[in-house]
C-alpha cells in the first residue's frame, strides 16, 4: 500500500467494521442497532453520520446535508454521540472532522452539512426543524420517547429517502416495540462479546460472573429484548432483587419436575428447578434459594428422568416433586425406571397456572427467595406470568417446576404450621 493509502486506513469505516456495525442494504427507513453493553452501537451509529454527510472529497456533498442527533438528554448527546470515544469527532479524519458549536448545539463539516443536537426530554423542540437523516440513541430509556420519536419522524421529510439508525440496548418500551414490528425496520443485534477486541479483559471477566445467564444479563450483555408482559407476577425489578452467590446450610433441598410426558422432538420443555430452603425457627423466617434450572427437551420420558434424578444427586436433593396432572401414576413409573428407590411426592394441580403463581410471587415480594446465577431461561418465563395465566408461547413449564418446589418446600407447611411430611408414591 501507499502511504497516502495506509494514513488513509485508520478511518476506512468498511475495513474496520464488525457485521453488526455495516448498515443493511435494501430499502429501509429505520436500521436498529441492539446490542449489549460495549458492543459498539454507538461507533456504529457515528459511522453511519459520516457515511450520510460525507462526500468523495472534504468539501464534496454527501447524500444527507441535515441531521439530527437526539439523545435522552443534551448532555449526552453531547458528552457520548459527538465528543465520546466513540462519537463523531473520534470517529472523523483530520480533514473531514466537524466543528462544535456550542451556543448552537449543531456539528458543522467543512461540506456544509450540518448535525442538529436535541434531547428526548424535549420533543417540542422537533417541531420545526427538517431532516433527511437521523441518529437516536438510547430509544430504550426515553423517558418522553412516544412524543419524541414522533416529532422526529414528521421532521425527517428532505431528500429522496430519509432515514434514521437507532442505536440501543434493549429495553421493552413501547416505542421500541412499536419501531422493531414496522416492515420498514432492519434490525442488528450483537452481544458484547462480539466486540471483545476493544473492551478490558477485566470488565469482560466481571459482568459475565456477575450477571452471565441472568435475566438482566441477557439484556445488556447478548442485547436481547426482553418484555414485562403487564400484570406480571415476577417483574424484573423484582427479580433483580433476589441475586445472591450465598449458599446457606439448607434444611431441605427438592427438585420439582414438571413433566412432558409424551418426550419426542416436538414435545413440551420439561421443567426441572432445584431449590433449597431454611425452614428452621418462625415460619416467617423461611427463606429459598433457587440452585439450578436444570430444564430440558428430552426425547423421552426416560430421559427427563435421568435429567431430574441427576440433578438430585447434584445437589444432594431429600425428595423429587413431580405434577403429575396428565401422566398420572405413569410419571413415578418413568422416574422409578431409572432408580427404584428414588422418593416421589406428586403433586396434583386442582388450580390455574397463574393462581398457583401468585403465592410463590408474594415470596419473591417479601425478599424470601433468592436466585443464584445462571438462571436467564427461568427468569424469562417468570416474567411472562401474570395471575391471568402465562402470556408467553408454549407451556411456562420452568416456572411449573419452580412453583411446586416452593409449594413443597415453604408454602405448603407455612400453611399448616407443621413439619413438612411429603407423601410417597
Known amino acids: 500500500m501507499s502511504d497516502q493509502a495506509l494514513l488513509a486506513l485508520p ?11 455495516k448498515a443493511p442494504g435494501g430499502n429501509w427507513r429505520n436500521w436498529v442497532i441492539m446490542g449489549g453493553r460495549g458492543a459498539g452501537k454507538t461507533r456504529a451509529g457515528a459511522e453511519w453520520v459520516r457515511l450520510q454527510v460525507e462526500g468523495a472529497g472534504p468539501r464534496d456533498p454527501g447524500r444527507a446535508a441535515r441531521v439530527a442527533l437526539v439523545g435522552e438528554t443534551l448532555d449526552q448527546v453531547r458528552e457520548v454521540m459527538v465528543f465520546g470515544e466513540s462519537g463523531i469527532l473520534a470517529c472523523s479524519p483530520p480533514d473531514r472532522r466537524p466543528v462544535w458549536e456550542a451556543t448552537r448545539k449543531r456539528l458543522v463539516w467543512p461540506n456544509g452539512a450540518v448535525a442538529q443536537a436535541f434531547s428526548a426530554h424535549a420533543p417540542e423542540a422537533l417541531r420545526g426543524p427538517q431532516f433527511d437523516a437521523a441518529w437516536a440513541d438510547e430509544l430504550g430509556k426515553w423517558k418522553k420517547s412516544d412524543a419524541a420519536w414522533d416529532q422526529l419522524q414528521f421532521a425527517l421529510r428532505l431528500g429522496e429517502d430519509p432515514r434514521c439508525v437507532v442505536t440501543t440496548t434493549p429495553r421493552a418500551e413501547g416505542v421500541l416495540r412499536r419501531v422493531l414490528a414496522l416492515p420498514s425496520t432492519v434490525v442488528s443485534r450483537a452481544p458484547t ?13 466481571e459482568v459475565e460472573e456477575r450477571y452471565g445467564g441472568s435475566r438482566l444479563g441477557r439484556q445488556e450483555l447478548e442485547g436481547l429484548l426482553l418484555e414485562d408482559v403487564e400484570g406480571s407476577l415476577f417483574p424484573q425489578a423484582l427479580i433483580e432483587r433476589c441475586r445472591t452467590r450465598a449458599v446457606p446450610a439448607f434444611s431441605r433441598v427438592v427438585v420439582a419436575v414438571d413433566p412432558a410426558v409424551s418426550g419426542h422432538a416436538g414435545s413440551d420443555l420439561c421443567g426441572i428447578v432445584v431449590v433449597g430452603a ?3 425457627g418462625p415460619v416467617s423466617d423461611w427463606r429459598a434459594v433457587v440452585l439450578e434450572d436444570a430444564s430440558l427437551r428430552a426425547a423421552s420420558p426416560t430421559d427427563w428422568a435421568r435429567a431430574a434424578i441427576a440433578a438430585m444427586q447434584r445437589h444432594g436433593a431429600e425428595r423429587l416433586v413431580a405434577e403429575v396432572n396428565q401422566g398420572g401414576n405413569l410419571v413415578a413409573e418413568v422416574l422409578r425406571q431409572v432408580d427404584p428407590l428414588v422418593p416421589v411426592t406428586a403433586a396434583h394441580a ?16 417479601q425478599g424470601r427467595v433468592a436466585h443464584l446465577p445462571g438462571l436467564g431461561a427461568l427468569e424469562e418465563q417468570m416474567a411472562l406470568m401474570t395471575a391471568q395465566g402465562f402470556k408467553g408461547t408454549g407451556s411456562p413449564d420452568r416456572v411449573d417446576a ?24
Open 278 to 280: 431454611v425452614t428452621e
Open 193 to 205: 462479546q462480539a466486540n471483545r477486541a476493544f473492551l478490558a479483559a477485566s470488565f469482560l471477566r
Open 350 to 365: 386442582v388450580k390455574g397456572k397463574g393462581a398457583r403463581a401468585e403465592p410463590a410471587a408474594a415470596l419473591y415480594e
Open 402 to 425: 419452580l412453583v411446586w418446589a416452593l409449594h413443597e418446600l415453604i408454602l405448603g407447611p407455612a400453611r399448616s404450621h407443621r413439619s413438612p411430611r411429603a407423601r410417597v408414591l
Open 11 to 21: 478511518w476506512l469505516w468498511d475495513f474496520w467494521a464488525l457485521p453488526h456495525q
